[in-house]
């Protein structure tokens, strides 16, 4: 890990400069933030009871009393739901805004991963440009070597021609790949959120990593994709502790009172006193399957998460087998081209010596220069493949 950690130490500060600037701007990671805070702020909502009751009626025809008239009624009335409800509630919304924080986290670990593609197909390019540059300065040397020997009567015009043709072709695959960098320029400033058209900078060169990082399966369990699944579970559990609080009996107070007239035809004791009455409800419910019916749902829906878990889980695993072998390819490539890379220098150095006893052949020369090319283009492919698949790698692994 330390290997891998050194080798890419010297691009990843640019790299991340950029990642931190898209999760910054990003509209995708402001969406799925915005939602996490809206789920936070249910855990407040959930802190309620019931509306209390208030009412007021008039006796248009006045019921008489031993005390006398009745003229009104006023009643106020409170419903508190079984003990624990309102902390069960909260606990369920809760856990909801977890599942929903996990999403942000996803979200961030995605557009990291796609930055990260986008910066080192870019180094690509740039890569093959500044080869094709070295190699077109190559072929004007070996152009100069010709017209020397055309004059002395050991080349003809032809081989200048042909060196000539090459080039232009080199140019041509430079220009194509300007091009094509515009469009993953255009791409990745899309990600952070900015001018299509405004200039990214990567490294010059990488390094292929003296050892692979040491990787273990079981760190797929703590990828986001998987813990979203297990909030997903707990709130699903924290919902049916609420469904079997809801099913408990609700109780409420109340009070009522009713304002009394005075008798004018006779004087007695508490004449004329009003009514004060203190009540107490409760509600049962009896004949309410409903809750019956969650419960059931619930436990229903926890076996879904749980398959879908283990269908997530198995996908992963194939994708980081599947991932880790195309490293490992890309590795071997690039090791094979490096090893050609030398053979092939070498034969040009004997190119190089044929030259200086005056018996240079210029298809050689153009066959070894392809060769060269050919190498190096695939060496660059094969080192942007390898931290392709090691950014992919991080995605699926790291917490």
């Not at 304002?259 to 006193?273: H, Q």
């Not at 010596?353 to 210029?362: Q, V």
């Given at each position: ?6 080798s ?10 950029y ?5 910054s701007?990003s ?13 936070s702020?249910k ?5 309620w009871?019931p ?6 009626g008039?006796?248009v025809s ?5 005390v ?12 508190l ?15 909801m805004a ?6 942000v986290?996803?979200?961030k ?17 740039r ?13 004007q ?16 015009a ?25 469009g993953?320029q255009?791409?990745?400033n ?5 001018n299509?058209d405004k ?7 990488l ?9 273990s399966?079981?760190?797929l ?7 979203k ?5 707990e709130?699903?559990t ?21 304002p ?16 004060v009455?203190?009540m107490?409800?409760?509600t049962?419910?009896?004949?309410n399957n409903r809750?019956?019916s ?11 998460i749980?398959?879908?878990k283990d ?8 994708d980081?087998?599947r ?17 050609n ?11 190089i ?19 060269q090319l ?5 060496q ?9 698949q ?10």
């Amino acid at each position: 890990m330390l290997f891998l950690i050194f080798s890419i130490s010297a691009q990843s500060q640019n790299l991340q400069t950029y990642i931190d600037e898209a999760i910054s701007n990003s509209p995708e990671i402001q969406k799925f933030q915005l939602r996490y805070d809206i789920s936070s702020e249910k855990v407040n909502e959930a802190n309620w009871i019931p509306n209390t009751e208030v009412s007021a009626g008039y006796f248009v025809s006045e019921p008489e009393t031993r005390v006398g008239a009745q003229r009104a009624r006023f009643s106020v009335k409170q419903m508190l739901p079984w003990f624990g409800t309102i902390t069960a509630r909260e606990n369920y919304a809760s856990s909801m805004a977890d599942a929903d924080y996990v999403e942000v986290t996803i979200a961030k670990r995605k557009l990291a991963l796609s930055v990260s593609q986008f910066y080192y197909q870019l180094y690509e390019i740039r890569a093959k440009q500044l080869v094709l540059d070295q190699n077109i300065e190559l072929l004007q040397t070996y152009e100069r070597l010709a017209l020397t020997s055309v004059e002395v009567g050991k080349a003809s015009a032809v081989d200048v021609l042909r060196l000539q043709i090459r080039q232009n072709e080199l140019q041509q695959e430079k220009e194509v790949l300007t091009q094509q960098s515009k469009g993953i320029q255009a791409a990745m400033n899309s990600l952070l959120n900015r001018n299509y058209d405004k200039d990214i900078t990567v490294v010059d060169s990488l390094d292929m990593p003296m050892e692979d990082m040491q990787l273990s399966f079981d760190s797929l369990s703590l990828n986001p994709e998987l813990l979203k699944y297990d909030k997903l579970y707990e709130s699903v559990t924290q919902s049916e502790l609420l469904n079997l609080r809801e099913a408990q009996p609700m109780f409420g107070f109340g009070l009522d009172y009713i304002p009394v007239s005075e008798r004018t035809d006779m004087n007695m004791i508490d004449n004329g006193k009003d009514i004060v009455m203190p009540m107490f409800s409760i509600t049962i419910p009896i004949f309410n399957n409903r809750y019956k019916s969650i419960t059931k749902q619930n436990d229903l829906r926890q076996q879904e998460i749980q398959s879908q878990k283990d269908e997530r889980l198995n996908m992963l695993e194939s994708d980081l087998a599947r991932t880790i072998s195309q490293r490992n390819q890309a590795r071997i490539k690039f090791n094979t081209q490096q090893k050609n890379l030398e053979q092939a220098e070498q034969a040009e150095e004997i190119l190089i010596k044929n030259y200086e006893t005056g018996t240079i052949d210029f298809n050689d020369v153009l066959d070894i220069q392809e060769l060269q090319l050919k190498f190096q283009l695939q060496q660059i492919e094969a080192l942007k493949n390898y931290y392709v698949q090691s950014a992919v790698i991080n995605y699926l692994t790291n917490s």
